[in-house]
C-alpha cells in the first residue's frame, strides 16, 4: 500500500510528497517484524531504484513466504531525482546532512523530521546508496566503528562483498544512518555502483542478499540463495588511495574488485592530443581493487582507485 510518509506545501500550489510502499503479509498476525528499503537520498544516485522494484516483484511473485513488514522507499529526495541533482535543488543543500531534521524548521529541515519519525522502529534499515559519477564500487557496507558490533552480523547476511568498518572521526553526525543508529534503529549504509547509473548484477546481488536477511529476521519463509562471505576491514592502513601523478585521459586496464599483485598494471594516463601515455598506474601492494576510476578524465592527484590490501582480504 502506497502511504505518504511527508509532504510539504511548493509554491503556485503543487505538493512535495515522499513517499513509501509498505508490504504486508496476506494474514498478518502477532508483532511483525519490520525492514526498510531506504535509497534516493542523493537523487544523482540510482543504483537503489532497481534494488526496490526487483525486490518488490519478487515478493510479489510469493506473497504468501511474507511473514513480516517491507517497507520500501525509493525517492527520499524526489526534486533530485527528477532533476538529476545530487542534493535538493534550489536550496543547494545535500539532505543527507540535514538528518535528524527539525518538525519547527524549514521546508528541508521539516521534511527530514519526518522521513526520521516514520523510519524509526524499524527492526533493520538499509540506506542504499551508489558513488559518484568519478568512481564506481563493488557492493560494500560502510559501518560507523561504534555500532560495528550490532550491524557487522546483519551485514554478513546481505550478500555484499566487502564491509568497510570507519573510524568515528570520518563519519557525520548530521546523516541519516547515523540519527536512526544513535536512538536504536540499525541502518546499513550500502554503497556499490556509480552515480547516475543502474548496475543490474549489483541490484540483483543486494536483492538476494536482502531476502536472505529477511529469512534471518523471520520476515521471509520462502527459499534463499547462499551469500557470499564478505571481506571485513577495520583498519585504516589497510585500504591505499590511489591518486593520478598527471592530468591526462585515464584508461583501465583491469576490472575492480580484482586481486592484484605488486606492480600489477591498473591502466594507463594517456595523452589523446599526441598518443602518448603519460603514466602507468600500478598496484602499490598486493591487494583487492574496490574502487576504481569510471569517469576518464582526471588531472593531477584525482583519485584513481582504493586497493585493499592482500593482508585484510585473506586470500592467498
Known amino acids: 500500500m502506497v502511504e505518504t510518509v511527508t509532504s510539504v506545501g511548493l509554491p503556485i500550489d503543487e505538493m512535495l510528497e515522499i513517499r513509501k510502499n509498505r508490504i504486508m ?37 510469493e506473497k504468501e513466504n511474507l511473514t513480516g513488514i517491507v517497507d520500501i522507499y525509493p525517492a527520499m529526495n524526489p526534486l533530485g531525482i527528477d532533476s538529476i ?7 543547494d543543500l545535500d539532505m543527507n546532512r540535514l538528518f535528524p531534521g527539525n518538525i519547527d524548521g524549514n521546508m528541508t529541515e521539516y521534511l527530514a523530521a519526518g522521513i526520521i519519525e516514520d523510519v524509526s522502529g524499524s527492526d533493520c534499515v538499509l540506506d542504499i546508496h551508489a ?17 560495528e558490533e550490532q550491524l557487522v552480523p546483519l551485514a554478513m547476511e546481505t550478500n555484499i562483498d566487502f564491509i ?36 543490474k548484477d549489483y541490484g540483483e546481488q543486494l536483492v538476494d542478499g536482502i531476502f536472505n536477511l529477511m529469512g534471518k529476521m523471520g ?15 577495520r583498519n585504516p592502513d589497510d585500504v591505499i588511495y590511489l591518486n593520478a601523478g598527471t592530468g591526462g ?14 606492480g600489477g598494471l591498473i591502466g594507463w594516463i594517456t595523452d589523446p592530443l599526441r598518443g602518448e601515455v603519460l603514466d602507468e598506474v ?35
Open 85 to 91: 541533482t545530487r542534493g535538493i535543488p534550489a536550496f
Open 164 to 199: 568497510w568498518v570507519h573510524g568515528t572521526s570520518t563519519v557525520l553526525e548530521s546523516t541519516f544512518a547515523y540519527s536512526l543508529n544513535s536512538t536504536g534503529t540499525p541502518v546499513l549504509v550500502v554503497e556499490m555502483g556509480v552515480g547516475m547509473r543502474i548496475t
Open 25 to 61: 503479509p496476506e494474514n498478518p498476525s502477532g508483532s511483525l517484524k519490520r525492514i526498510s528499503i531506504v535509497t534516493g537520498i542523493h537523487g544523482d544516485e540510482l543504483e537503489g531504484q532497481y534494488v526496490c522494484f526487483e525486490l518488490q516483484r519478487r515478493i510479489m511473485q
Open 131 to 147: 558513488s559518484n559519477i568519478y568512481l564506481t564500487e563493488i557492493p560494500q557496507i560502510r559501518i560507523n566503528e561504534l555500532y
Open 282 to 316: 600500478k598496484a602499490p601492494a598486493d591487494g583487492m581493487l574496490f574502487t576504481i576510476r569510471e569517469y576518464p578524465v582526471v588531472d593531477e592527484g584525482s583519485l584513481m582507485g582504493r586497493l585493499l590490501r592482500k593482508e585484510a582480504c585473506g586470500y592467498e
Open 219 to 233: 520476515i521471509w519463509k520462502g527459499s534463499t540463495k547462499e551469500v557470499k562471505k564478505p571481506v571485513i576491514s
Open 249 to 262: 585521459l585515464f584508461i583501465p586496464a583491469v576490472k575492480h574488485g580484482g586481486k592484484l599483485r605488486k
